[in-house]
């Protein structure tokens, strides 16, 4: 049976026959349950209960401040312009990633129904950014075209496509153990370098600000944008495990040192921004710190991965460990994010 195209059968689904990705087929991708994959089910339902809409954040004094001269050094306004060139896009490369090659690869239906949640999640994100560029009347020429005029931010992007040419080519399936690893690499870059390393810089620098009460409203989103990224790199991580332990011959020691190799250079193009960004070091912020703290939460990310821990770094902002990758989504932010729940009910 093809997953777009039914016939009359009599052999029902059952749950010992659902994959990740069904090789043969023969398993249907448009029935939900049975449920096998309990926890991409649960993902979905912590997605939808994060629900939020950008324009429902005021940009008043975020607006106020950016136009006043005097509210920003010139280097602060350079880091916030780096950031905001760097999301702009990244959502957007995301997005296409995730459906492109994710969702045609991961047929199975519980995990679909968290892939087409975090799709919408990416699109609220791309409107999140496009609504901050347009609220502070950033140059969109500037900001949009960041990765590819920015060679710190283009190489992240390149580094976060490298692994999707393969699984895109039409050759490409998931019956040899080579297709398998293919899969695992690509889900890997985006789960965990893109969204799970390559976002936090990002994140750092803008909610420090918001620590001074600066730009709110963009810290605000930024906010609720790590609350949905936490789940949809949590989610990708159980995917990648749940994937490994259902296919443990491609997980071979040439292979995980390739995927440390991987991870590392991402952290190496993550410092490489960093130090683009804030050339001197802004708000508490400098070079120096925010390497130590890409390097902490990689180390993170390895131990998710069972990879051994490559840094030994400290974390250096131990404010930021309230909002990071609680396994519980709710309450983790002191500002009245926690009680967002529905856009019913919103209270601004
Ligand atoms: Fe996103
Ligand atoms: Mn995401």
């Not at 990244?90 to 799709?119: I, K, M, T």
Request: charged share 25%; aromatic share 12%; hydrophobic share 35%.
């Amino acid at each position: 049976m093809d997953c777009s195209t039914t016939s009359m059968t009599n052999d029902r689904v059952t749950i010992d026959r659902k994959r990740i990705f069904n090789n043969d087929r023969t398993v249907d991708c448009n029935q939900l349950v049975p449920i096998k994959y309990r926890w991409a089910w649960n993902y979905y339902l912590d997605g939808c209960a994060n629900h939020w809409m950008p324009t429902e954040v005021s940009m008043q004094r975020d607006i106020e401040q950016w136009r006043d001269p005097k509210a920003f050094t010139e280097e602060e306004r350079h880091a916030i312009k780096r950031v905001f060139g760097f999301f702009s896009t990244a959502e957007s490369l995301v997005g296409n990633n995730l459906v492109l090659a994710v969702y045609r690869c991961v047929d199975n239906p519980e995990c679909r129904q968290y892939l087409l949640r975090q799709a919408f999640d990416e699109a609220i994100h791309i409107h999140a950014f496009q609504y901050i560029v347009q609220s502070l009347s950033l140059d969109e020429g500037e900001i949009f075209n960041m990765y590819r005029e920015i060679r710190t931010i283009y190489d992240k992007d390149e580094h976060a496509m490298s692994c999707t040419g393969n699984i895109l080519d039409t050759q490409w399936d998931t019956k040899t153990d080579v297709g398998i690893q293919n899969l695992l690499k690509n889900l890997i870059g985006l789960y965990v370098i893109t969204e799970g390393i390559f976002f936090y810089a990002g994140f750092v620098t803008i909610l420090s600000f918001g620590r001074q009460n600066r730009i709110p409203g963009s810290c605000e989103q930024i906010q609720y944008i790590l609350r949905d990224e936490s789940v949809h790199m949590n989610f990708g991580i159980d995917l990648i495990n749940t994937i490994i332990d259902e296919h443990p011959q491609v997980w071979t020691d040439v292979f995980k040192n390739q995927i440390v190799e991987f991870i590392k250079n991402g952290v190496n193009l993550e410092v490489n921004y960093i130090n683009e960004c804030l050339p001197n070091g802004i708000l508490g912020l400098n070079q120096d710190l925010l390497k130590e703290y890409i390097q902490y939460i990689a180390d993170r990310r390895f131990s998710r991965l069972r990879l051994p821990v490559q840094y030994g770094a400290g974390n250096p902002f131990p404010w930021m460990s309230e909002v990071i990758d609680l396994k519980k989504e709710k309450n983790f932010f002191e500002t009245r994010v926690t009680e967002y729940q529905t856009g019913g009910a919103l209270e601004w």
